[in-house]
């Protein structure tokens, strides 16, 4: 077999590589070489076959490409030479990366006759960034190599990598500490009034040159400042540094920096940004050194001890602050101290000793960090002794747990020890520290220590647990680690449906509560209504609901509110995202009841003591039907005059009711009445006119003579107008004379009458034998009593109602009764029936 340069097996391609160092190993590749040459089966290759016609090969070595594919083509000859046999066999195209790996393998075959030419043309397709191998070869009747006649061949192509510029990570650009000149502080951070210079790669991993500049914004908290690299360019897969020395000053705390690239613009933008927060160290400050001491010899628990504090500033600066001492979270001593630069303070305090720690800090003014200000001394002396008096791990029976539940464990302890003490269980967690009550047990006494830790994490959560005790000593380490099982926290979902009104029960509404998969809840349900986010409940009851769906139907009864409302509130347990209320509209359709009293009685003008009737209209100006109920008549004083009993009235519909009763006293009677429907109630009211007492003396009656006079007067002038006009057309004809119309002097009766006024129907009372006129004092009605009508002929009655009386009829704005007043009168008119004074012209 004969390769070409660049096929070569692997093993000799690498060991090529190598180099001249590789000698050695060189011998040993070409007994291996030729081992693979004595397994290779024999393959025809003789002058005649099929060869590759490198012309024809329509890719160039190294070529380079931007796609992902590639097109490859080349053609496939048969030597002629005259045999006039088919060449069959096949082509091996094969895609390699750099190292040498098949990335694919694709097969054609071919079957030429002798002279006779093929086209092979494949598309290569998912090329990788950077250089992909292109390997052709065949088998079967090839012929052989010579020339421009090829039996396989490589091709290298390379894709190019698009413009991919970045900013380094925070990680690989380096800041460092100068001074104003630029030159080192030799600090290896950057400390309070430092400037300070930033090395920043910028990187090329494109295939293309990047040309631009680099943009740096520095933010100490009080100033800015923004500087700009000169234009650079980067080549192809090339990185380059770019330095940035500051202006500004840092200050303690944090300096913000924010680099950015300006220039030709890549695909991806996301890391042609950086922002950094570089941390600026303290000014110089004090260093504190705390120190506590005692007489450790022969401590006995209750006796007394002296102890020795002092705290020593080593820094440049004084110290101002306190100084406090704790033995087991109680304070046993504290003092405020100022401390000079490179002087001490000194004290002492005593205690009572027992087992547990004594802790001296010192706070204040601001030290640094390198500082020693808290000591602690760890006391043990004999005391209570606690340890296991059962199993050797809390135990918790109140499960199943659900995330938000609370859960408590229980552990028995004994008291070993030869004085009495107090011990608690202690949990620990992610989620914090938990104690438990102390339990105080007399020595060789055993209890119960128990601790109530909240569970915050599904699946599984895990505490780690230990006694504690303030006043005593934990046989060994008696600790360890327990778990629980803990499923996703507990849902619920609530809903009002069917809310519904209706006349008999007014505003009624069906509820649920829909709780998730897991134990029984206890939870607090309210159901009410209310209107403009004003809630009123009227239902508060605690239950017990258990996994689905809990409900039921509630009557609110006649409530004035635009919705119902359901709230709830999980008792001793914690939901997920649930939503704790829930409201529903109330339908609004309602009966809108109004009544009003008819504007005349019956009669007219009641007599006090007579029998006398009124009436009220009853409407439904609403949508539906309204309730049935009672209307209730009353005098001024309440005294119930008559009632009856109302049907539902249906909308738009109206009802009329009647009242007979005994008319009460009174000039003007002031009537009420009261109409309950449902849970409502509505009062109206309205003054009623009452007629004259029936016994009146006689001279409380004065006849009009001089509007009589005038009368008369009136009438003949209109007469004789009237006959003059008709004397012209119509034969005179001859009439009786008429009764003097003046009143005679005749001894008038003690009895009086009723009559009406024929305008206005106002009763008059006048006595029994007055013939005569009489004038209404309500419309200034002037009309004829006792005195005997004359016959009057046709014609002089058709001119009788041709001839206008001079006045007009209007009606009363608020009663609609009829009046008659002058035609000319405008000014205010007063009805006789409601007493309502209005404007003539407004009538």
């Known amino acids: ?111 030429l006759a002798e002279g006779s030419s093929q086209e092979v043309l494949t598309n290569l397709s998912q090329l990788s960034y950077g250089y992909t191998i292109i390997s052709v070869n065949m088998e079967g009747d090839i012929g052989i190599e010579s020339g421009n006649n090829l039996i396989s061949f490589q091709r290298t192509i390379q894709r190019l990598k698009p413009l991919n510029v970045s900013i380094a990570s925070e990680s690989s650009i380096i800041v460092e500490s100068i001074k104003s000149d630029t030159s080192p502080t030799g600090n290896n951070s950057i400390s309070d009034g430092d400037f300070v210079q930033l090395q920043i790669p910028i990187i090329n991993n494109g295939d293309y040159a990047w040309t631009g500049k680099v943009n740096l914004a520095l933010d100490n908290g009080i100033v800015s400042e923004t500087l700009d690299s000169e234009t650079i360019t980067i080549g192809g897969m090339n990185t380059s540094i770019v330095y ?39 000014p110089p400050l004090p260093v504190l050194h705390t120190v506590i001491s005692y007489e450790n010899q022969g401590l006995e628990s209750g ?72 000591v602690t001394e760890v006391f043990s002396v004999e005391s209570a002794l606690f340890e296991y008096a059962g199993g050797s791990s809390p135990a918790s029976t109140d499960g199943p747990w659900h995330v938000g539940d609370d859960s408590t464990f229980s552990l028995l302890v004994r008291n070993t020890g030869t004085k009495s003490g107090s011990v608690s269980l202690r949990m620990t967690s992610l989620t ?134 359901i709230r709830v509130d999980e008792i001793n347990w914690t939901a997920a995202s649930s939503f704790s209320s829930f409201s529903k509209s109330i339908p609004q359709e309602r009966p809108v009841y109004s009544f009003a009293f008819n504007s005349l009685s019956t009669p007219n003008r009641p007599v006090a003591g007579g029998s006398a009737s009124v009436s009220v209209v009853l409407e439904n100006q609403g949508t539906v039907t309204g309730a049935s109920g009672k209307v209730i008549l009353y005098d001024k004083d309440g005294y119930k005059l008559d009632e009856s009993i109302t049907k539902q009235i249906t909308p738009g519909g109206s009802e009329t009711i009647s009242f007979d009763f005994i008319w009460p006293a009174g000039d003007e009677v002031k009537l009420n009445c009261k109409w309950d429907y449902a849970t409502e109630s509505q009062v109206i009211d309205r003054t009623f006119v009452s007629s004259i007492s029936v016994t009146e003396q006689s001279n409380e009656f004065t006849i009009p003579w001089s509007g009589i006079f005038a009368g008369f007067a009136i009438a003949s002038l209109v007469i004789l107008i009237i006959r003059i006009r008709n004397s012209e057309d119509k034969p005179k004809k001859k009439r009786e004379p008429s009764k003097s119309a003046k009143s005679q002097q ?73 009046l008659r007043i002058p035609e000319s009168y405008d000014g205010s008119v007063r009805c006789p029936s409601c007493k309502s004074v209005f404007k003539a012209n407004d009538g």
């Open 1 to 111: 077999m004969v390769w070409r340069e660049g096929q070569e097996p692997k093993l000799i391609q690498g060991i090529m590589a190598d180099g001249a160092n590789r000698n050695g190993n060189v011998i040993f590749a070409i007994l291996v070489t030729f081992c693979l040459l004595s397994l290779t089966p024999s393959v025809s290759a003789n002058s005649d076959g099929v060869v590759i016609i490198e012309d024809s090969i329509n890719i160039t070595d190294f070529q380079t490409i931007e796609d992902s594919y590639v097109e490859l083509r080349f053609n496939l000859t048969s030597v002629d030479d005259g045999s006039l046999d088919n060449f069959v066999g096949n082509v091996f195209v094969e895609t390699l990366s750099i190292e040498g790996i098949i990335l694919t393998n694709t097969t054609y075959s071919f079957d």
């Open 244 to 282: 940035f020395n500051s202006t500004i000053q840092a200050y303690e705390g944090m300096l913000n920096a924010s680099i950015s690239l300006n220039g030709t613009v890549d695909s991806y933008e996301d890391d042609n940004h950086r922002n950094l927060t570089l941390t600026v160290g303290p």
């Open 303 to 374: 006796a007394s001890l002296d102890i020795n504090l002092n705290v020593s500033n080593n820094g440049s600066i004084g110290f101002s602050g306190n100084v406090l001492c704790e033995f087991d979270e109680m304070v046993v001593f504290s003092a405020t101290v100022d401390i000079a630069s490179l002087l001490s303070y000194s004290d002492q305090f005593t205690l009572t000793v027992r087992p547990g720690n004594l802790v001296c800090s010192v706070s204040g003014q601001r030290f640094d960090p390198s500082s020693i200000s808290s």
């Open 432 to 565: 914090g520290e938990y104690i438990g009550n102390p339990v105080q047990l007399s020595p060789d006494e055993a209890g119960e220590i128990t601790v109530t830790v909240p569970l915050t994490t599904s699946d599984t959560e895990t505490f780690n647990w230990s006694l504690y005790t303030v006043d005593g000593e934990i046989s060994g380490d008696i600790s360890g680690q327990v778990s629980l099982p803990v499923a996703a926290r507990q849902s619920y979902d609530i809903t009002i449906f069917d809310v519904t009104w209706t006349i008999e029960e007014g505003v009624s509404a069906s509820w649920m509560v829909n709780l998730s998969t897991g134990v029984n809840r206890d939870i607090n349900v309210k159901l009410g209504y209310g209107s403009n986010s004003d809630d009123y409940f009227s239902y508060d009851v605690d239950m017990e609901i258990s996994s689905g769906s809990t409900g039921g139907v509630t009557n609110f009864g006649h409530v004035d509110a635009e919705y119902v409302i």
């Open 746 to 818: 005749l001894q008038l009766s003690d009895i009086k009458i009723e009559i009406a006024c024929p305008v206005c129907a106002r009763q008059l009372r006048v006595p029994e034998n007055y013939q005569g006129s009489v004038r209404c004092p309500d419309c200034s009605q002037s009309f004829d009593v006792g005195l005997e009508q004359e016959a009057v002929d046709e014609d002089d009655e058709q001119e009788a109602e041709d001839i206008g009386d001079g006045k007009i009829e209007i009606s009363c704005p608020d009663c609609s009764q009829s």
